[in-house]
């Protein structure tokens, strides 16, 4: 079963996470910033996992510190619920189309933690959601899940539109990395351990 469920509370937020990396049901979102909603509905959806997430955050200061450590807690959860990796393809590359923007992720479940993250925006926020915060939440979520993350929006001019494409492309890269593949016999590494 690679599953995960973490609690972790800290003097700006409360986040209980719980997710399934091989069923799509249920998928139950709920931090308080609309616009991360449904960003995290569409990563679940796009990486075909169960995802379930409830945060109390300090949303009184701004939504920082709830969509940071909604992005530790996933990328710890991602790294529980894979456990030694065997058979997995480990690699995940996907672009993604939406309206004028194209998106691109492509993933390294390696053990080894980076981001690289070439995008900008015009609108600073959409609806109580800092757009700057787009590349804080991946920072954290590929650190803690401890892969190697690589983003960037090729083209686009619609702010909302190419963070979609790269929370999509996330998904669907993610879901391509952690699938097992019964050519790969053990870890898919020269090491022997990712």
Known sequence: MRTATLTRKTA????????????QEPVAIQTGVGFFDHML?????????????????????????????VGIVLGQCIREALGDKAGINRYGTSFVPMDESLGMASLDLSGRSYLVFDASFT???????????AEEFFQAFAFNAKMTLHLKILHGKNTHHKIEALF???????????????????????????
Do not use: W
């Open 123 to 133: 609108n600073p926020k959409l609806g109580d959601f800092d757009t700057e915060l």
């Open 168 to 194: 999509k492309a996330t998904g669907r890269a993610l879901r391509e990395a952690m699938t097992k593949n019964p050519s790969i016999k053990g870890i898919n590494s020269t090491k022997g351990i990712l």
């Open 41 to 69: 509905i569409l990563f679940a959806r796009h990486s075909q996992i169960s995802l379930e997430v409830k945060v109390e955050g300090d949303l009184d200061v701004d939504s920082h510190h709830t969509v940071e450590d």
């Open 12 to 23: 700006e937020t409360k986040i209980e996470l719980r997710l399934d990396l091989d069923s």
